[in-house]
């Protein structure tokens, strides 16, 4: 596998770019929508996207980088629609487990694509490790966001430890539910119970 980076939407230069970039991910949710992770292929994704498939590997290395890539765009459009209305809820246990169940129901909603971007991060090795943390921020993002909606400006690093541990948990639950391994009542249950342990107001 490739060391190299995927090429995010702020390093293109031109608009071209980065409608070429933004096609490149369409094509890989339609793909991972209609069959999961085996179903996206460097070659059918080259095709989908109407772009060669040498232009493909510069933008994503590899199959990896583009699938753990689609999921950092998920959370981020996840993390935009949540910054753009209040979070329920009277403590912060309350409005971290809003968003956790929020999103995840948008995951199993969509059992195919889901499945294909969690194997992705499960299999992700040390090359796509900056993919792998822009992930990871967007999801401690969303739960410090959460945690305390008033003062954004002034996360602690206690609030980014618990956010990130929180983040391990929900992950772990969700290649649970891909998995077959809980169902989505249990996995619920789980992160419920994990939240309410770590933020006991």
Partial sequence: MSSANSLAA???????????????????????????????????????????????????????????????????????????????????????????????RGLQGDPHLTEALTRA????????????????MLMTSMLTHAMDPERDDEVTDEDVAIARVIGDVWLSALVAWVTGRSTAAETAQHMETAVRLLLRD
């Fill in 10 to 104: 702020e390093d293109l230069g031109s608009a071209a770019q980065r409608d070429r970039r933004k096609r490149i991910l369409d094509a890989t949710y339609q793909l991972a929508r209609d069959g999961g992770f085996d179903a996206v292929q460097m070659r059918a994704v080259a095709d989908r996207a109407e772009v060669a498939l040498g232009t493909l590997y510069r933008y994503f290395p590899s199959k990896i980088h583009l699938l753990v890539s689609a999921l950092g765009r998920t959370f981020e459009q996840s993390e935009a629609a949540l910054r753009g209305r209040p979070v329920p809820g009277d403590t912060q246990a309350d409005r971290v487990i809003y968003v956790l169940k929020k999103t995840t």
């Fill in 121 to 136: 991060f499960m299999f992700a090795d040390a090359s796509v490790a900056a993919e792998i943390h822009d992930v990871g």
